[in-house]
Nanobody, 127 residues
Framework: VQLQASGGGLVQAGGSLRLSCAAS????????MGWFRQAPGKEREFVAT????????YYADSVKGRFTISRDNAKNTVYLQMNSLKPEDTAVYYC?????????????????????WGQGTQVTVSS
């Protein structure tokens, strides 16, 4: 599985961005998908995850109510809509795929639970 993230950029505080992550392969719909981020000098942290069917989502407290994860299995793509952005949201954002959760409503939230990673896209929020 190859993941290609895009949509990052520079935005002012309070603005919005939409990240996309396109996946290769025919088994995309069986993966739980997640977004993580890593700021300079910090560990990679969980942002959001969505189940294989798209029916359930889970968010980190720091983004709850501002970010929305969604997926289109027909397009092999997962999205992260980011609204009300804050300077502390500045980071490289990574999408990831977790194998083995098809048919479940488990939310993988650690980096160790994900099997495939995209290359990352930079999000910079200016104050």
């Amino acid at each position: 599985v190859q993941l290609q993230a895009s949509g990052g950029g520079l935005v002012q505080a309070g603005g919005s961005l939409r990240l996309s992550c396109a996946a290769s392969g025919r088994t995309f719909s069986s993966y739980a998908m997640g977004w993580f981020r890593q700021a300079p000098g910090k560990e990679r942290e969980f942002v959001a995850t969505i189940t294989w069917s798209g029916g359930s989502t889970y968010y980190a407290d720091s983004v709850k109510g501002r970010f929305t994860i969604s997926r289109d299995n027909a397009k092999n793509t997962v999205y992260l809509q980011m609204n009300s952005l804050k300077p502390e949201d500045t980071a490289v954002y990574y999408c990831a795929a977790a194998v083995g959760y098809s048919g479940t409503y488990y939310y993988p939230k650690t980096i160790y639970e994900y099997d495939y990673w995209g290359q990352g896209t930079q999000v910079t929020v200016s104050s």
